[in-house]
């Protein structure tokens, strides 16, 4: 998860680096409570009917749910976001605001 030096000692953190950080300290709650996972959808396609948006929903330990989705298209790689929300109902729906 780090690049290094032909001495093997570490330059920098990739990408994967920084994704684990968001899975396992933001996404998730840190400890060994119990996550529930739940479907999530969202239903942004690209013109060819490509799904652009990848959700996952968990309910953490401390009873805040938590999305994660994740973004991608043939120009740009994917990227992830966590941001801190409360949800009342699933399965969870996301819609592109027009």
Do not use: C
């Given at each position: ?71 991608a298209t043939v120009e740009s790689p994917p990227r992830f976001v966590s941001p801190s929300m409360t949800l009342r109902q699933t399965p969870i729906a996301l819609?592109?605001?027009?």
């Amino acid at each position: 998860m780090f690049t290094v030096d032909k001495d093997y000692q570490i330059q920098q953190p990739t990408s994967q680096f920084f994704a684990s950080q968001l899975i396992n300290l933001e996404w998730v709650q840190p400890g060994s409570g119990e996550h529930r996972l739940f479907p999530a959808a969202a239903d942004i396609e690209d013109p060819a009917g490509h799904a652009l948006v990848t959700a996952y929903a968990t309910l953490r330990p401390d009873g805040q749910w938590s999305l994660l989705w994740s973004t991608a298209t043939v120009e740009s790689p994917p990227r992830f976001v966590s941001p801190s929300m409360t949800l009342r109902q699933t399965p969870i729906a996301l819609s592109r605001v027009r």
